[in-house]
Each structure stands twice: as C-alpha cells, then as structure tokens.
T-cell receptor
Framework: GAVVSQHPSRVICKSGTSVKIECRSL??????MFWYRQFPKQSLMLMAT?????????EQGVEKDKFLINHASLTLSTLTVTSAHPEDSSFYIC????????????FGPGTRLTVL | AQSVTQPDIHITVSEGASLELRCNYS??????LFWYVQSPGQGLQLLLK??????LVQGIKGFEAEFKRSQSSFNLRKPSVHWSDAAEYFC???????????FGGGTRLMVKP
C-alpha cells in the first residue's frame, strides 16, 4: 500500500525559532498533499492544501506567513512553523493523494511539536 | 458547508462484545465517507470508505459501516471487539474523492478485559 512518512516524528524547540516538518510520499507521486493539525484530545483540523508547483491554499484562520508550505516536488511537501510559540504546540499530520483522481488519501504518522 | 458529528466522545465495551460507533454528517450532495482509526501518538489508518453502491461496506480488522442516507448516518460496527481495538476513531466526509476531509470530533474506544 501507499506509504507516507513524516520527519521528524517529534521535535522540541524554543519559542521564537522556526521548525520544518517534512512529508514524503514514499512509493507514489502526490500532486496534492494536505496538512492537518490536531490539538490534544481533539479532532484533526485542515490547515492547508498543498499542490505541487503552486501556492498552497490555506483554510480560514490559518496564518500563511506563519505556516509556510512548500510542495516543490511530487514526493515532498514541507511545513515550516515560523517563530514558533507555545500555542503552536500540536500534532501535525500530513496526507497525500496519488494523482489521477485517486479516491483515497494516505496519512503520515504525524509530527509532535512542542514549543517551550 | 460539510460537517461531521460523532455524538459519543468516549465508549467503553467489554472484550468480545459488539460495538457501534455513531457518525452523522451534513452535506448537500452525495458524500464520500470514511472511517479512520488512530492509536495514541500515531497517524491515521483507513478502516473503510463509502462512495457509492452497496450501502454496507466492509473494512479491515473486521469492521463494517452502513450508509443510511435518510438518517445522514454512517455508523461503524464490529461484532466482537478485541483489546487491540482500543483507540480513537474518526469519521470523515469529503466533498469528492480524495479531496480535503472534514473530520468528526472522534470517539475514544476503551476495551475492558
């Protein structure tokens, strides 16, 4: 089956620093990737849709200057949390959709971000 | 706008007992419906999905779900729960195949020995 990886799986950083999270589709090309955020004991909330070669589409209320998304290749999308603050601490999950009208998204294992 | 409601935040069942997790959705067109399971600190695993056709869909790990358009529901069932089924379960709806998903709040399943 299709595999999506995320790196790192866990990161702890100081307030004010920037953190980059990678999402890779390992055995398929993904024209579209999605970034979700999950607070403790809550559901997943879509942050943005990342399309290869174009700008990401952000959901309402998500700061595009704070959460920078780059989808430079068909197998890699990155989410950079800039000037992270403790309230950015969360579980970030990406998903990837194979091209050709695939009816399934494949989710990565998630990245736990803790901002001190 | 589409929305998903999972009325039960927590459910506890005994091992071997049957299980039903409720999911109600709101969407103006034919929905694409999914159930995912998430173990602690892990990502999501797809259990099953419904797009069209037979309203009773079979998934992995012995799970099934039934789409009932008249009730706007897509409840997840399992005849006999195993201790390893303890996890968080999310119902989700998509506008079309493979598009962005809207998730329900999740139901945490605990299994008593």
């Amino acid at each position: 089956g299709a595999v999506v990886s995320q790196h790192p799986s866990r990161v702890i950083c100081k307030s004010g620093t920037s953190v980059k999270i990678e999402c890779r589709s390992l055995d398929f090309q993904a024209t579209t990737m999605f970034w979700y955020r999950q607070f403790p004991k809550q559901s997943l909330m879509l942050m943005a849709t990342s399309n290869e070669g174009s700008k990401a589409t952000y959901e309402q209320g998500v700061e595009k200057d704070k959460f920078l998304i780059n989808h430079a290749s068909l197998t890699l999308s990155t989410l950079t949390v800039t000037s992270a603050h403790p309230e950015d601490s969360s579980f970030y999950i990406c998903s990837a959709r194979p091209p050709g009208g695939s009816d399934t998204q494949y989710f990565g294992p998630g990245t736990r971000l803790t901002v001190l | 706008a589409q929305s998903v409601t999972q009325p039960d935040i927590h459910i506890t069942v005994s091992e071997g007992a049957s299980l039903e997790l409720r999911c109600n959705y709101s969407y103006g067109a034919t929905p694409y419906l999914f159930w995912y399971v998430q173990s602690p600190g892990q990502g999501l695993q797809l259990l099953l999905k419904y797009f069209s056709g037979d309203t009773l869909v079979q998934g992995i790990k012995g799970f099934e779900a039934e789409f009932k358009r008249s009730q706007s529901s897509f409840n997840l069932r399992k005849p006999s729960v195993h201790w390893s089924d303890a996890a968080e379960y999310f119902c989700a709806v998509g506008a079309n195949a493979g598009n962005m998903l809207t998730f329900g709040g999740g139901t945490r399943l605990m299994v008593k020995p």
